[in-house]
């Protein structure tokens, strides 16, 4: 587990890290959002001490980083792939790290045939393409066989195969009850991987949410229908004191509408129902409505461009629970 107590990062007079307090428990996989800038980079580098907090502390299953004598066992992080001395081998850049941590060399050829390097393990890192260096990073990240595992953007260079191999292994290794910790801007990706989101902005928490509740809290739900008797579908629920928002295709949307009781007004009013489904916003979606006002950053110009509350469009009530922050970050 990886817990954060009050932690804060200050670079001059810039705040980068805010007071942060959460825990990153075993057996999920932890999603950690925010916008550019929200300070999560800086969070992570503090989990390993490359970079000393302000105030705060963070610990490991108890301990500090620093207080650990082999900290590959315990904790794998890929923070920059390219951080590889491009003039050794996968091999040997793998070999240095075990026996930095005391780690059996035949544990190197366990985790390059895991990320399928082994074909290149004899070639030097200048030549590996994006997507090699990245599955070099997690071969490295796992070759304590550490029980917390972090990863910033860990699917930036894979193509598709690769991407549901990461996505898969990080499921299972939440299965197998380690700690999962993973930073990505890709909503899509985090909303087919992650079980639990951390969200923070200006350096702040924002949230701290299971994935159901956070798109819950941040969106609005409806029920969409569609029907070739429009006017007696709006009649029926009209009556019903429904008041549904007509779509662009034609269809109806009833905003925090029951499902079962909009299908019992259609059926007892004699309207035939060609749809009646229940909808709610992506990840994305909700992402955008939460992180409005904590994006520092907006790309504007020609009168194409969204602010992020543009972007999130209709939906979202929003969660009053957040917290605004007033100072800049990193």
């Known amino acids: 587990m990886i817990e954060l107590h009050e932690l804060t990062k200050r670079y001059g007079d810039t705040l980068a890290v805010d007071g942060l307090s959460f825990q990153v428990p075993r057996g999920v996989v932890t999603g950690f959002l925010g916008p550019n800038g929200a300070g999560k980079s800086t969070t992570m580098r503090m989990i390993l001490d490359l970079d000393r907090p302000t105030s705060g502390r963070v610990t490991l299953d108890g301990k500090r980083y620093g207080q650990l004598s082999e900290p590959l066992k315990y904790i794998g992080a890929l923070l920059e792939a390219k951080a590889v001395h491009p003039g050794r081998t996968a091999y040997d850049h793998l070999l240095w790290l075990a026996q930095s941590n005391r780690i059996p060399a035949t544990r190197v050829n366990e985790v390059l045939a895991l990320v399928g390097l082994t074909s290149v393990a004899r070639k030097r890192s200048r030549g590996f393409s994006l997507g090699m260096g990245q599955r070099l990073g997690i071969a490295s990240a796992l070759l304590g066989d550490p029980e917390i595992v972090m990863f910033d953007e860990p699917v930036n260079g894979l193509d598709p195969e690769g991407i549901l191999w990461i996505r898969n292994l990080m499921k299972r290794l939440a299965g197998e009850g380690r700690t999962v910790f993973v930073s990505s801007h890709l909503m899509s990706e985090m909303a087919l ?120 469009g209709t939906w979202g009530a929003g969660w009053q629970g957040k917290q605004p922050g007033k100072k800049k970050e990193n």
Do not use: C, W
């Open 193 to 312: 991987t992650a079980d639990h989101l951390v969200v923070i902005g200006r350096g702040r928490l924002l949230a701290d949410l299971s994935m159901p509740e956070f798109i819950r809290r941040n969106s609005r739900t409806a029920v969409r229908v569609r029907t070739p008797q429009p006017q007696q579908l709006l009649d029926v629920l009209d009556n019903a004191g429904l008041r549904p928002e007509r779509g662009p295709d034609g269809s109806y949307e009833v905003v925090d509408g029951d499902l079962a009781k909009i299908g019992e007004l259609a059926a007892a009013g004699g309207v035939t129902l060609h749809e009646l489904s229940p909808q709610q916003a992506s990840l994305e979606e909700a992402f955008m409505q939460m992180t409005a006002d904590s994006v520092e950053y907006h790309a504007g110009g020609g009168g194409a461009g969204l602010d992020a509350a543009g972007a999130a």
